[in-house]
């Protein structure tokens, strides 16, 4: 079974901010990342479709994901959470410069 690129990354920063959640003393900004990243993959998979446009979509997911993520970053505390967090940042990073150039 393959998968496309943006479920793959999509299930990537699901997989990096569950991690973090369960072993960050914050849960708050895991957990932003983590429904972000989930409903990227429900998306991607088809499960549900929401009634909005695809560049505004992905710029909000991609921030939702993003903006935690740099945050969890900046406070990383080893070796675990710094590569979580660095995937998690990556994506969201690449998702909102996707979808910023698409706008343009």
């Not at 960050?24 to 446009?53: K, M």
């Amino acid at each position: 079974m393959t998968l496309p690129l943006h479920t793959a990354l999509a299930l990537s920063a699901a997989l990096a901010a569950a991690w973090l959640f369960f072993t960050a003393g914050s849960r708050a900004l895991p957990l932003v990342a983590f429904l972000a990243a989930g409903l990227e993959v429900a998306l991607a998979q088809g499960w549900i479709r929401l009634a909005l446009h695809g560049p505004t979509l992905a710029l909000g997911l991609g921030a939702g994901i993003a903006l935690p993520a740099v945050a969890l970053w900046w406070r990383a505390g080893g070796k675990g959470p710094l590569t979580a967090a660095s995937v998690l940042a990556f994506v969201g990073l690449l998702q909102v410069a996707l979808a910023l150039l698409l706008r343009l």
